[in-house]
């Protein structure tokens, strides 16, 4: 069984910057494709942000783009959102995800996609 470890969430004034980070564990193989996610009350799981194994391809919601960004570190076998100019809307439950059985470049844009989910690390942005 794998379980997927977040942190790094937290409450930040609007325009600041968090840093998300999920690992792998448990019986974990060499290769995933990884996602966060994020759910407010009363609104559907959406894709925030999804990275392919290599890193190389990655895919952002429009809500997030140019603001925040997803990286992959192969050695730690972790995946990073670092979020900047934080705004009230991105105030979310936000979930990491790991796909297996993935190809070098590809990445996954939606929940069904995924093999296993963390628990979800709260963000909240004060106005």
């Known amino acids: 069984q794998v379980q997927l470890v977040e942190s790094g969430g937290g409450t930040v004034q609007a325009g600041g910057s968090l840093r998300l980070s999920c690992a792998p564990s448990?019986?974990?193989?060499?290769?995933?494709?990884m996602g966060w996610f994020r759910q407010a009350p009363g609104k559907e799981r959406e894709l925030v942000a999804a990275?392919?194994?290599?890193?190389?391809?990655?895919d952002y919601a429009d809500s997030v783009k140019g603001r925040f960004t997803i990286s992959t570190d192969n050695a730690k076998n972790t995946v990073h959102l670092q979020m900047n100019s934080l705004k009230p809307e991105d105030a979310a439950l936000y979930y990491c995800?790991?796909?297996?059985?993935?190809?070098?470049?590809?990445?996954?844009?939606?929940?069904?996609?995924?093999?296993?989910w963390g628990q979800g690390t709260q963000v909240t942005v004060s106005s």
């Open positions: 990275i392919s194994w290599s890193g190389g391809s990655f």
């Open positions: 995800a790991a796909k297996e059985r993935t190809t070098y470049y590809s990445y996954y844009t939606t929940p069904p996609d995924y093999d296993y």
């Open positions: 448990g019986r974990t193989s060499s290769r995933y494709a």
